[in-house]
């Protein structure tokens, strides 16, 4: 049978700020807080779930309620059908709705001005993908996975620069189309005494959109990864240690690469994992992991700069009674 649930959110937001927000009245010029706003958003949906013999169901309506935007109908199905006990099959779609930060509405400072007259973002999307085990798992199972999405964007929230300008300015773009897709092939091993591969990944990612920043420069919509591959894998044996490198290349929208000649980005990294005390009432696992190993100069979204060559050390205990 069907199994339904749903859930409400209600929360109010305010700020009181010396730089976002309208002037409040009644203030003393002498406050340090002059500016704030407040609106309050209502989410609430209701679903109904329902499972078969090799396949599950899912429905959903939700509806989000603001103060300020309006009401908004969010509607979404998610289907599963299972092949076999080595395959499956899914697909969904929905929509969504995102609205101005107070930093959209009202930033001003920096060479960057938000814009009160902003609305939502809307969007529509679609995905659908199958996942397949191609092995035996006592001789290590290797799996595929493979995923194809469409997204429908209108108002999507952007910060641009116009050409001629220095300045970004929030705005809305009337309507973006996305999609794109990934495949990856996955392989687990069970530990043995032997050196032996016990993990190894390769996947490759990729998304285009119906327009490219004509006139303008995009600091967030318009600035994506357009095509990624990736590799991982993963050595280990009998004792406590590990090892894992791992690499992306990136083809990459709107960003400027170290050196002027590199078609594709190029992160790679190290990791070294260890473990002790199996079998004790305390044991411990730990990493050392080295990312960006060549120190690669890059920006992510909204032209963040991405840290360069790092370091990072991780220790962990377990105590058993």
Do not use: C
Not at 42 to 47: E, I, R, T
Not at 114 to 133: H, V
Not at 181 to 204: E, F, K, L, N
Not at 272 to 280: A, L
């Amino acid at each position: 049978g069907w199994t339904f649930s749903a859930a409400a959110d209600v929360r109010n937001e305010v700020i009181r700020s010396n730089r976002l927000g309208a002037v409040l009245e009644g203030e003393n010029e002498a406050d340090v807080y002059t500016r704030g706003d407040d609106r309050q958003n209502l989410d609430g949906y209701v679903s109904a779930h329902r499972e078969g013999k090799g396949w599950d169901a899912t429905l959903t309506y939700g509806v989000n309620a603001n103060s300020r935007f309006g009401m908004f109908g969010l509607p979404a199905v998610q289907l599963t059908k299972s092949v076999g006990s080595n395959g499956r099959f899914f697909g969904s779609a929905g929509r969504s709705v995102r609205h101005p930060s107070f930093t959209d509405l009202y930033y001003n400072l920096g060479g960057a001005v938000g814009s009160e007259n902003l609305q939502p973002e809307q969007s529509d999307q679609l995905e659908a993908g199958a996942r397949w085990k191609l092995a035996s798992p006592a001789k290590g199972a290797m799996f595929i996975e493979s995923t194809r999405f469409f997204r429908r964007g209108t108002n999507l929230i952007d910060w641009v620069r116009f050409d001629g300008s220095d300045v970004f300015e929030a705005t809305n773009l009337s309507a973006v189309d996305f999609w794109g897709g990934d495949i990856a092939i996955q392989y687990q091993q069970p530990s043995t005494d032997r050196i032996h591969i016990q993990h190894a990944r390769v996947s490759s990612t990729w998304m285009d959109a119906s327009r490219t920043s004509q006139g303008f420069t995009s600091n967030y919509v318009l600035d994506f990864v357009r095509l990624k591959y990736d590799a991982l894998v993963r050595v280990a044996g009998k004792g406590p240690i590990a090892w894992t490198v791992r690499g992306s290349v990136q083809d990459r929208t709107g960003v400027a690469l170290q050196w002027s000649d590199a078609a594709l980005l190029q992160l790679w990294g190290a990791e070294i994992s260890f473990r002790g005390g199996d079998g004790n009432q305390l044991s411990w696992k730990g990493h050392v992991r080295l990312d960006n190993a060549f120190d690669v100069q890059y920006a992510d979204r909204g032209s963040v700069l991405q840290p360069g060559r790092m370091v990072r050390f991780g220790l962990t205990f377990e105590w058993k009674e």
